[in-house]
C-alpha cells in the first residue's frame, strides 16, 4: 500500500492513477475526502501535511510515501514515515533544486525538502521535473473571457512535462529496483514557449487564440494581485533574470518508463474538455 500526499493535484492524481494501474493498492492523501473521486482500488483518506499526526495512521502499513515539498511537517511526516517502516519515499521537487544558488524561496523550499527527505532514514528517490504542462490551466480565466491570453516571460522557452509522465516516473521509483538514492530530473520532449503551447492548444479547440507577451513590470504588476511577492520575486529570478534554464530536454521518462515523454499535442487533446 502507498500513501500519496497532493493526490486531488496535478501530479499527486497521476501517481494514484499509476499506481492504482499497477495493481497497487493506495491512501490518497487530501485535506477534504468528501470532494475526491472515487477510484477503484483507491481510499481517500483526510490529512493535511501542516498537521503531521493527521497522516500517522496513515503511514501504518504503508510501503511507499509520495511526498509534496514545503510543507511546515515535513520532518516530522518523515520521521513518522521511518518509525511506521515505509520503504520508499519519493518527494516530488523542483529543477530549481539543483541550482547553487538558494537565494530564492522556492528553491529554498525545494532544497530543504530534499535535505529532509536525504537525512530521514528511509531508502529515498527524489525527482525534479521540469515546469507542468498543466501550469496552462492558469489560462483557463482568460480564455473564458476571450480569445487572448496575456502571458509573462513570452520569450522564455521551457520543456514542459505531462504530470502523467511524473506519475509513471514515480509509480517506476515504487516498484522497481534502481532508483535508490537517485535524482530523477523528467522533462517533457520539446522546449515550447508559452506562443507554441497557445498554437496547439488552439488547433486543438478550434479557436482562434492569440497571445499577448506581457512587459517584465505588468507582468510583475498582475502576478501581485494572486501571488506573495516571494514567489513573484522567485519567478522572476528564474524567467527574467534567466538563472533557471528549463528548456533542456532529457530522455529521463524514455529511460525510467520505456516510453517517449509525451508532447503537449497529447496533453491537450487529453485536456480539451476542461478548456471548452
Ligand atoms: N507547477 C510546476 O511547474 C511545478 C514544478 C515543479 C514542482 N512543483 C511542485 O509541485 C507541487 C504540486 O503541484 P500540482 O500542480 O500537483 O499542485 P495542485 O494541482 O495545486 O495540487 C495541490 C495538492 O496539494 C494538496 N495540498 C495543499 N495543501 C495541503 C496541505 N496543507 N496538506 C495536504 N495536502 C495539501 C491539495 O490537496 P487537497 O486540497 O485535496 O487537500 C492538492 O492535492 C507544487 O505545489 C510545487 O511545490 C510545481
Known sequence: MFLVTGSTGNIGAEVVRALAAAGE????????????PSLPGVEYVAGDLNDPA???????????????????????????????GVERVVLLSGSSAGLPDNGNVITRFMAAAERAVRESGPPWTIIRPSAFMSNTFQWLPQLRE????????????VANIDPADIGAVAARAFLTDGHEGRIHMPTGPEP???????RILAAALGRDLRLEALPDDVAREEMLRTTPPAYVDAF??????????ESIVRPTVQEITGRPSRTFEQWTAEHAATFR
Open 146 to 157: 476571450g480569445d487572448v491570453v496575456r502571458a509573462p516571460f513570452a520569450t522564455v522557452p
Open 54 to 84: 493527521s497522516l500517522r495512521p496513515h503511514l501504518k502499513g504503508a510501503r511507499g510515501l509520495f511526498l509534496l515539498p514545503g510543507y511546515e511537517g515535513e520532518r516530522q511526516v518523515l520521521a513518522d514515515a521511518a518509525g511506521a
Open 25 to 36: 493498492p493506495v491512501r490518497a492523501l487530501t485535506r477534504d475526502p468528501g470532494r475526491a
Open 236 to 245: 522572476f529570478d528564474f524567467y527574467a533574470a534567466g538563472t533557471l534554464d
Open 192 to 198: 515550447l514557449l508559452p506562443a507554441d503551447r497557445l
